[in-house]
Nanobody, 125 residues
Framework: QVQLVESGGGLAQTGGSLRLSCEAS????????MGWFRQAPGKEREFVAT????????SYADSVQGRFTISRDNAQNTVHLQMNSLKPEDTAFYYC??????????????????WGRGTQVTVSS
């Protein structure tokens, strides 16, 4: 059974930082792209960041570019999202996602076969 489990969410102040982690089990994602998405109340799920299988290429939503950094540790089957300079509009449920097979990065949530249950991030003003 494939599982993605997010951790590291919580409450932060504006300008603060949080580091999200996603631990995969049940299969290796070392050859697959991974991504982070988020969903705020009343809004659709949106792309945040994606990283290729080796970690050499990453892509970000314009809204988080320069503030968030995605990384991965294939030996540990984990992916991280370092979030700095947090803003109230970053408040959302954050989801980790993994693609299937030998795949490249994608900003489209429909390309991801595996999803975690998410972790709440709340940024106070």
């Amino acid at each position: 059974q494939v599982q993605l489990v997010e951790s590291g969410g919580g409450l932060a102040q504006t300008g603060g930082s949080l580091r999200l982690s996603c631990e995969a089990s049940g299969r290796t994602f070392s050859n697959s792209a991974m991504g982070w998405f988020r969903q705020a109340p009343g809004k659709e799920r949106e792309f945040v960041a994606t990283i290729n299988w080796s970690g050499s290429t990453a892509s970000y939503a314009d809204s988080v570019q320069g503030r968030f950094t995605i990384s991965r540790d294939n030996a540990q089957n984990t992916v991280h999202l370092q979030m700095n300079s947090l803003k109230p509009e970053d408040t959302a449920f954050y989801y980790c996602a993994g693609r299937d097979g030998y795949t490249s990065s994608s900003r489209d949530s429909r390309d991801y076969a595996y999803w975690g249950r998410g972790t709440q991030v709340t940024v106070s003003s």
